[in-house]
């Protein structure tokens, strides 16, 4: 019980580890805050396009993660995926969401980990279960000459291929444990991770989009901004990921022209004004 636990315990964890840090949307320009599912959700409205995002709990096998969702506002249909979205922390360099096949193949190399662990861990069960069928003894005769001691060892074969059989069997069990473990996370990732899809007018479409964990200061948040474009549009959306008891960095101007500035800071030009 304690083999199979164990084995579930190491691939979940490495799987599916919880963010050590919080996301709080802050709004700038004519964006919108708002609570959806329990978080806060930041929303951008561009002539073509409205896009809301939202910190997700579950990060999917990956570090940030975020739910964005496109509402197509224009007349004409364009595809729409990770390749659109990006994130910055702290103005530093723009970085892409991982892919489909990247997190997938993260919950493969997870499992395969696990069940190497499973592999080393059962040798060393089935090694010290083997040994629980060893015996010996000994002891002192008396005869008219003297004394003399004795000693015996053997294994009681029934007694050991018992032992073995029951760490074979708590191998097994961990293994399709971790088997069972990955195949759900597989089916996590294939209904939630956001995937290009070609979203015609008037239609919304979105997912999870998972990026790489920001590299906090213990003291301050950290500035996380999320680009989201599509066709004409480009969103700049602005989280601050700090850790427990963290100072939060400045308010930002809430303006249109604070959007502009974020966009021109980080060499994105909008193709369209602000609306408003």
């Known amino acids: 019980m304690r083999h199979t636990f ?3 315990l190491l691939f979940l964890l490495a799987a599916c580890a919880s963010p050590t ?8 320009g004519n964006q919108v805050a708002t609570m959806n599912q329990g978080a806060a959700a930041v929303t951008s409205a561009w002539p073509g396009s409205t896009i809301l995002v939202r910190p ?3 990060d999917l096998s990956g570090n940030l993660a975020l739910d964005v969702v496109l509402t197509n506002n224009s007349d004409a249909a364009a595809d729409f995926g990770t390749e659109n979205i990006s994130v910055s922390y702290d103005g530093q360099t723009w970085l892409p969401m991982k892919t489909y096949e990247q997190l997938k193949d993260r919950l493969d190399d997870n499992a395969f980990g696990a069940k190497l662990a499973v592999a080393i861990l059962g040798g060393l069960d089935a090694y010290a279960s083997s040994r629980s069928a060893n015996y010996s003894g000994g002891g002192v ?10 000693s015996y060892t053997g294994v009681d074969p029934v007694a050991r291929q018992v032992a073995l059989d029951g760490a074979y069997a708590r191998e097994r069990n961990s293994l399709d444990a971790i088997d069972t473990a990955h195949d759900g996370a597989v089916a996590q990732l294939k209904a939630r991770a956001l995937r290009t899809t070609t979203v015609g007018p008037s239609q ?3 997912g999870v989009a998972v990026a790489d964990e920001p590299k906090l200061d213990r003291e301050h948040a950290t500035t996380v901004l999320v680009r989201v474009a599509f066709r004409n549009d480009v969103h700049v959306l602005q989280f601050q990921a700090h ?3 963290a100072l939060p960095v400045p308010a930002v101007d ?3 022209a604070a959007v502009l500035a974020v966009e021109a800071a980080h060499n994105v030009v909008p193709a369209v004004a602000a609306p408003g």
């Open 204 to 206: 919304i479409f979105g």
């Open 21 to 28: 840090y919080t996301l709080t949307g802050v709004p700038i």
């Open 254 to 256: 809430l303006s249109n």
């Open 141 to 150: 005769v008396s005869t008219p000459y003297g004394t003399s001691s004795y």
């Open 6 to 8: 164990f084995a579930s």
């Open 56 to 58: 997700v709990d579950a």
């Open 243 to 245: 850790r427990p008891g």
